[in-house]
């Protein structure tokens, strides 16, 4: 099992940054991927971005440029740094985690921008 803990979210004014940070633990012997969703209420999660062990990333088109993931492999630990961030990227960000074919969540941290 792995369990996986978010931090950095919070309140931040439009054009302002905040980085995310979550940190894998447990049952981990080779993380396949690691990324992070974003959901707002009534709406279906979304990707924000996913980076995969061979260092290839996805980014969803509106956080190209803005957003950065990045990876500690020693840690366990992705990143998301979030830059220019704008009143509609306020959401509750979750953690992913794909070993093999098992997926893993975290509880979700949330990140609101005022405008």
């Known amino acids: 099992q792995v369990q996986l803990e978010e931090s950095g979210g919070g309140l931040v004014q439009a054009g302002g940054s905040l980085r995310l940070s979550c940190t894998a633990s447990g049952s981990i012997f080779s993380i396949n991927v690691m990324g992070w969703y974003r959901q707002v209420p009534g709406k279906q999660r979304e990707l924000v971005a996913t980076?995969?062990?061979?260092?290839?990333?996805n980014y969803a088109d509106s956080m190209k440029g803005r957003f950065t993931i990045s990876r500690d492999s020693a840690k366990n630990t992705v990143y998301l740094q979030m830059n220019s961030l704008k009143p509609e990227d306020t959401a509750v960000y979750y953690c992913?985690?794909?070993?093999?074919?098992?997926?893993?969540w975290g509880q979700g941290t949330q990140v609101t921008v005022s405008s």
């Open positions: 992913y985690v794909r070993i093999l074919l098992s997926h893993s």
């Open positions: 980076l995969n062990s061979d260092g290839t990333t």
